[in-house]
């Protein structure tokens, strides 16, 4: 199980950060994956770390977004700064199966950049 | 990136028919050292995330009825809802991880009831 806590309203060029506690797995065996979600819209992948814990982004978020993970915690988060208007969204954590697709998605947290 | 573009962008079908949905690859997603197409297929209903329905494009993933089905290899796939229920009126996305980290997904198909 995933579960997502942190979003909110923010002002454009601040900060937030959004976290992903798991159960039932251990993150550190997993890739752990974001998904984002605009209203209305559909999905897109913004960021990963591997179970070795290094980190990609996608471009829309790069420099700007970064993921971490507390492995005692069994939980990830994601920092996100200089927030934009299009980073309006709902954020899903998931875990990403040993066959490459994500078989776990929390319920995902709402994020509003907006003045 | 790879573009995943689906077809119809939402389609009505009666209780009881066959629904299907198109998905294409701007390029192939089938990895040779593996002979297996790196395509999966995710159902979100409103208010709830997605949902993993199919894997390796026509791998049912535990749980999921055998009503849906997935077909098709390298660039053009298909999921198929065989006898349409209440419960399965959704969004539906393709998705590929062939090319990672860089996961694409469709713009989705929206199903509903005629």
């Given at each position: 199980?995933?579960?997502?806590?942190?979003?909110?309203?923010?002002?454009?060029?601040?900060?937030?950060?959004?976290?992903?506690?798991?159960?039932?797995?251990?993150?550190?065996?997993?890739?752990?994956?974001?998904?984002?979600?605009?209203?209305?819209?559909?999905l897109?992948w913004?960021?990963?770390?591997?179970?070795?814990?290094?980190?990609?982004?996608?471009?829309?978020?790069?420099?700007?977004?970064?993921?971490?993970?507390?492995?005692?915690?069994?939980?990830?988060?994601?920092?996100?700064?200089?927030?934009?208007?299009?980073?309006?969204?709902?954020?899903?954590?998931?875990?990403?199966?040993?066959?490459g697709a994500f078989?776990?998605?929390?319920?995902?947290?709402?994020?509003?950049?907006?003045? | 990136d790879i573009v995943m573009t689906q077809?119809?962008?939402?389609?009505?079908?009666?209780?009881?028919?066959?629904?299907?949905?198109?998905c294409k690859s701007s390029q192939s997603v089938l990895k040779?050292?593996?002979?297996k197409s790196y395509l999966a297929w995710y159902?979100?209903?409103?208010?709830?995330?997605?949902?993993?329905?199919i894997y390796w494009a026509?791998?049912?993933?535990?749980?999921?009825?055998?009503?849906?089905?997935?077909?098709g290899s390298g660039t053009d796939f298909?999921?198929?809802?065989?006898?349409?229920?209440?419960?399965?009126?959704?969004?539906?996305y393709c998705q590929q991880y062939y090319s990672t980290p860089q996961w694409t997904f469709g713009?989705?198909?929206?199903?509903?009831?005629?």
């Amino acid at each position: 199980q995933l579960v997502e806590t942190g979003g909110g309203l923010i002002q454009p060029g601040g900060s937030l950060r959004v976290s992903c506690a798991a159960s039932g797995f251990s993150i550190s065996n997993n890739y752990m994956i974001w998904v984002r979600q605009a209203p209305g819209k559909g999905l897109e992948w913004v960021s990963v770390i591997y179970r070795d814990g290094n980190t990609y982004y996608a471009d829309s978020v790069k420099g700007r977004f970064t993921i971490s993970r507390d492995l005692s915690k069994n939980m990830l988060s994601l920092h996100m700064n200089s927030l934009r208007g299009e980073d309006t969204a709902r954020y899903y954590c998931a875990r990403e199966a040993i066959f490459g697709a994500f078989d776990i998605w929390g319920q995902g947290t709402m994020v509003t950049v907006s003045s | 990136d790879i573009v995943m573009t689906q077809s119809p962008d939402s389609l009505a079908v009666s209780l009881g028919g066959r629904a299907t949905v198109n998905c294409k690859s701007s390029q192939s997603v089938l990895k040779s050292s593996t002979n297996k197409s790196y395509l999966a297929w995710y159902q979100q209903k409103p208010g709830q995330p997605p949902k993993l329905l199919i894997y390796w494009a026509s791998t049912r993933q535990p749980g999921v009825p055998d009503r849906f089905s997935g077909s098709g290899s390298g660039t053009d796939f298909t999921l198929t809802i065989s006898s349409l229920q209440a419960e399965d009126v959704a969004v539906y996305y393709c998705q590929q991880y062939y090319s990672t980290p860089q996961w694409t997904f469709g713009q989705g198909t929206k199903v509903e009831i005629k």
